[in-house]
């Protein structure tokens, strides 16, 4: 399954964006990556802090091929999220369920995965927050990125490319299942 690029310098949301090119167009499968977002979003509605410089990205795909459970897809999305920034990041990195990624009991990435259905298709969202830079001053939340545990700047380019990847791989597995 191809993956499709589309890229912006600044969105309300990258799930937003997913959701519609979904509605509109005849794509099975995308990444909507943005430089900032203005209304990024987490769980419950809650605002995701979107500095320029981390990473704002959104992969979506139909499920009709895929033999998973959104539970199971649920955990596949954040062991993959957690093994990607294990390549920069040799310790311990940790869940808080169900989508908060944790480096030292502190933030550094959260995942928001949505469902929608089109032609009777369902497909899956699912928007990656991930603080590569900078990270927000939360009340009772702490927070860090990437350059604050490596002290080197990773580049989005290069980081979503290998995100795509992923993706790619996991899809092409499970298509070969078929």
Not at 45 to 60: E, R
Not at 107 to 117: A, N, V
Request: proline letters at 2%; charged letters at 25%.
């Amino acid at each position: 399954m191809i993956i499709k690029n589309f890229n912006y310098k600044c969105v309300n949301s990258t799930n937003d964006i997913a959701i519609n090119l979904i509605k509109k167009k005849n794509i099975r499968a995308g990444l909507v990556l943005a430089e900032k977002q203005k209304k990024g979003r987490g769980q419950r509605g809650k605002k995701w802090i979107s500095y320029k410089g981390n990473l704002f990205v959104s992969i979506f795909f139909s499920l009709d091929k895929i033999n998973l459970t959104l539970k199971q897809l649920t955990k596949f999305n954040v062991n993959l999220v957690i093994r990607l920034i294990s390549q920069y990041y040799k310790k311990k990195i940790k869940l808080k369920s169900p989508n908060d990624i944790l480096v030292n009991k502190k933030k550094i990435c959260g995942i928001l995965q949505e469902t929608i259905k089109k032609n009777n298709i369902q497909y899956l969202i699912v928007g990656i927050g991930l603080n590569l830079v900078s990270s927000p001053q939360i009340n009772k939340y702490p927070t860090t990125s990437l350059y604050d545990l490596t002290n080197s700047k990773i580049s989005i380019n290069k980081i979503s490319k290998e995100l795509k990847d992923m993706y790619k791989n996991f899809l092409k597995s499970q298509m070969s299942f078929q």
